[in-house]
T-cell receptor, first 115, second 112 residues
Framework: SQQGEEDPQALSIQEGENATMNCSYK?????LQWYRQNSGRGLVHLIL?????REKHSGRLRVTLDTSKKSSSLLITASRAADTASYFC???????????????FGQGTILTVHP | DTGVSQNPRHKITKRGQNVTFRCDPI?????LYWYRQTLGQGPEFLTY????????KSRLLSDRFSAERPKGSFSTLEIQRTEQGDSAMYLC??????????FGPGTRLTVT
């Protein structure tokens, strides 16, 4: 079953604009991760945020985590055409839980960045 | 460094045939995962290994599916008596502990 739900399902922006994607999940987590997937390819890990962290940065990426609302957001600043891809959030459950040790993915957000 | 590799990249088979996929993880990673992804969906967990021990199998993994990781290195995923519903991308990932996972390019299976 899908744990995370991404919003929006699709996002279309112009190069240089910022892109924000949101993810909600249902059960308590150990960490939350964001991945990118180019069409028909494998997934590339972008960033991991632990349950006791609230914000994390990596280059043009900014991730926030609100465990009280069970939600996360991914912000890509100054987007480029090369950022066009599907973006997935994935959660790793808490130790001792049924979701511990494996990732549960959402359905993803399709981002299109127009040059 | 060679990342996670998977072979074959594409497989077309007829319903009822058996297929086997191989995954070579990043060498120092002790965990290896298999996921399945259908069009428009996120990957769904199938099974994972810590070293050579298979620690968990999803309910998605029917008795027609079997996975092995002999000697804790490469892994194989076999599907017996394939069905059209098995058509999907099969993704392998490896990792160290409970942190980020590194994915291979996937094997796209088409069952005709």
């Amino acid at each position: 079953s899908q744990q995370g739900e991404e919003d929006p399902q699709a996002l279309s922006i112009q190069e240089g604009e910022n892109a924000t994607m949101n993810c909600s999940y249902k059960t308590s987590i150990n960490n939350l991760q964001w991945y990118r997937q180019n069409s028909g390819r494998g997934l590339v890990h972008l960033i991991l945020i632990r349950s006791n962290e609230r914000e994390k940065h990596s280059g043009r990426l900014r991730v926030t985590l609100d465990t009280s609302k069970k939600s996360s957001s991914l912000l890509i600043t100054a987007s480029r055409a090369a950022d066009t891809a599907s973006y997935f959030c994935a959660t790793d459950g808490q130790p001792g839980g049924t979701s511990y040790g494996k990732l549960t993915f959402g359905q993803g957000t399709i981002l299109t960045v127009h040059p | 460094d060679t990342g996670v590799s998977q072979n074959p990249r594409h497989k077309i088979t007829k319903r009822g045939q058996n297929v086997t996929f191989r995954c070579d993880p990043i060498s120092e990673h002790n965990r290896l995962y298999w996921y399945r992804q259908t069009l428009g969906q996120g990957p769904e967990f199938l099974t994972y290994f810590q070293n050579e021990a298979q620690l968990e199998k999803s309910r998605l993994l029917s008795d027609r599916f079997s996975a092995e990781r002999p000697k804790g290195s490469f892994s194989t995923l076999e599907i017996q008596r394939t069905e059209q519903g098995d058509s999907a991308m099969y993704l392998c990932a490896s990792g160290q502990g409970h942190y980020e996972q590194y994915f291979g390019p996937g094997t796209r299976l088409t069952v005709t």
